[in-house]
């Protein structure tokens, strides 16, 4: 007997994201002439920053010392933005889903009263320091999201030499707790706020299609309402058809410039190949995962959760997500041969059948089915659609639902007194 366990809403939390962090980079002019004393301050922040992101429950994170050694073996230069090449050879030699490169973006020095007796300075300062940390996908080496965080402290003190900046950068070298103390509430605010939008929103991906060229412009048949927004980037891809199968290469990458409800321009970043009409743009998005789910599935393989059901004339669609458990894992989706009870309780049959899995769509007049493999941390849509339901219905009195994992095969569960919302 097939076995699996419903669970209410909320019962399930989020597999916890295998993280590691790569080091910290500056631009900022105020440490450029002591390059010795810049690199022992940006690799403290990364065993700060990691330390603290450690000390979450969201994340899962590579001990420092193994991943100096994996750096070191990468022949990586510290302090430089790495390359897609070292990406991917840190992939190979680390379990990650996802490496963190992270930039000192200024460090404030701001007076706020001082005087002077002779050659000696009296002040009273204020010091910010400022980070960012860009969050890099590990099998695709593209940024996913970039966070902030910013520490102050105000301090007091006799400053010496020849100008005030001088004495001041001389006194915050030497005094390691005016700087330090800075540091440690910026690392401090920036892991609060990749915690508190990791709580706040859920990823996923649009596949939009290229509709039109106009000059440089690609026009696209997704927007606002599916999650787009200027600035966000994405590849360009198209899906050749072999002797093997559906192959996918990638042409380019492109960033949304323009976005309106149901269409968006973006224009090119760069290019393999040209684009033309019909090749996909794959854009990751987060949003606000502001309801609780309807079921939670839980298989060795998955976590299924179905979030909502849309009636739209007379076809009902079921959507969720589904969440790999395992580094890689396949799930096909089936909607058969079967009948369903609407509002009233009255058995009635489908028809219209359809099944998605991220951008795929599959329908059939008997049974649809689709099937895709999922990685770990990438969770996607998916759906079972069907039409023959009476338009003024709000809810369905029962449905079953099915799906295929490699571990458990086939499995059905029931949907009772499902709430149906209009599109």
């Known amino acids: 007997m097939l076995l699996f366990t419903l669970f209410a809403a909320g019962a399930v939390s989020a597999e916890a994201v295998r993280v590691a962090v790569i080091g910290f980079e500056s631009e900022d002019p105020f440490l450029a002439d002591n390059r010795e004393k810049e690199e022992e301050l940006l690799e403290e922040i990364a065993w700060l920053f990691n330390d603290k992101l450690a000390e979450s429950e969201e994340y899962i994170v590579l001990d420092r010392k193994q991943m100096l050694d994996m750096l070191d073996r990468v022949n990586y230069t510290r302090g430089k933005r790495p390359t897609h090449s070292i990406i991917n050879q840190l992939r190979n030699f680390s379990k990650a889903d996802q490496f963190i490169y992270g930039k000192l973006e200024k460090v404030d020095v701001q007076k706020l009263e001082t005087f002077r007796i002779g050659p000696i300075r009296f002040a009273d300062v204020a010091v910010t320091v400022n980070l960012s940390v860009e969050m890099v996908n590990a099998r695709t080496a593209r940024v996913?999201?970039?966070?902030?965080?910013?520490?102050?402290?105000?301090?007091?003190?006799?400053?010496?030499?020849?100008?005030?900046?001088?004495?001041?950068?001389?006194?915050?070298?030497?005094?390691?707790?005016?700087?330090?103390?800075?540091?440690?509430?910026?690392?401090?605010?920036?892991?609060?706020?990749?915690?508190?939008?990791?709580?706040?929103?859920?990823?996923?991906?649009?596949?939009?299609?290229?509709?039109?060229?106009?000059?440089?412009?690609?026009?696209?048949?997704?927007?606002?309402?599916?999650?787009?927004?200027?600035?966000?980037?994405?590849?360009?891809?198209?899906?050749?058809?072999?002797?093997?199968?559906?192959?996918?290469?990638?042409?380019?990458?492109?960033?949304v410039t323009e976005v309106d409800r149901n269409s968006a321009f973006l224009k090119v970043v760069y290019l393999n190949q040209q684009p033309e009409v019909g090749d996909k743009v794959v854009i990751t998005v987060k949003e606000v995962e502001d309801k609780d789910p309807i079921k939670v599935l839980e298989t060795r393989d998955f976590t299924i959760k179905i979030t909502e059901a849309v009636i739209d004339g007379d076809r009902v669609t079921i959507k969720g997500m589904a969440y790999a458990e395992a580094d890689s894992a396949d799930l096909e989706l089936i909607l058969g041969n079967r009948d369903f009870y609407d509002h009233e309780g009255k058995r009635r049959d489908m028809s219209g059948r359809r099944v998605s899995i991220g951008g795929w769509i599959s329908s059939s007049s008997r049974i649809a089915s689709i099937k895709e493999n999922i990685q770990k941390g990438e969770p996607e849509e998916i759906s079972w659609s069907f039409t023959g339901v009476p338009e003024k219905a709000d809810k369905l009195a029962r449905i079953e639902l099915w799906l295929r994992t490699a571990y458990e095969g086939g499995i059905s569960f029931d949907l009772r007194d499902l709430k149906l919302e209009s599109n």
């Open 144 to 255: 996913t999201d970039t966070y902030y965080g910013s520490g102050s402290t105000a301090v007091s003190g006799v400053y010496m030499g020849d100008t005030w900046e001088e004495g001041l950068k001389f006194n915050l070298f030497s005094d390691e707790n005016i700087l330090n103390r800075a540091i440690r509430r910026a690392v401090n605010n920036l892991v609060e706020n990749i915690i508190d939008e990791k709580d706040e929103l859920v990823e996923r991906t649009v596949e939009a299609e290229i509709v039109s060229i106009v000059k440089e412009k690609l026009v696209v048949n997704k927007g606002e309402r599916d999650g787009l927004k200027v600035a966000k980037t994405g590849e360009i891809v198209r899906y050749l058809t072999r002797d093997s199968g559906l192959q996918l290469v990638v042409i380019g990458e492109a960033e």
